[in-house]
């Protein structure tokens, strides 16, 4: 039962860890470092190069998982944007999330003959 309960905790766990990050998925989404900063926008330096990111009256800014505003917003700073791509390749910033961190990899599960023989019979199992 105790096994249950720690899976359990485990698992409620990581759905929060991760649910926060649910909007940075797809391709409204841009994670990065802050090259430069203005009152009207970021530009984003991302994997597959630097995005201009434009703010509106709308745009929510978020650090440390509580309400922000673009004045906290520094270049150097690592972000993550949910927006929506303009014509002009440029992106309208429907949130900011300030220091935005990549979620820890998932670890990969030991193969079932992955395992330590002691040298007691006893423990070992397969």
Avoid: C, W
Wanted: charged share 25%.
């Amino acid at each position: 039962m105790n096994r249950i309960l720690q899976i359990g905790v485990v698992l409620a766990a990581s759905a929060l860890a991760f649910a926060h990050e649910a909007r940075l998925h797809g391709a409204n989404a841009f994670i990065g470092e802050a090259v430069s900063v203005s009152a009207n926008g970021l530009e984003l330096k991302t994997k597959t190069g630097v995005v201009k990111i434009n703010y509106s009256s709308k745009t929510k800014f978020e650090m440390s998982g509580k309400p922000s505003s673009k004045d906290a917003l520094k270049a150097g700073d690592k972000v993550g944007v949910a927006g929506s791509k303009l014509p002009s390749g440029e992106v309208m910033a429907n949130e900011v999330l300030i220091g935005y961190t990549d979620p820890p990899a998932e670890k990969k599960e030991a193969k079932k003959d992955d395992h330590q023989h002691s040298d007691k019979k006893a423990d070992h199992k397969h």
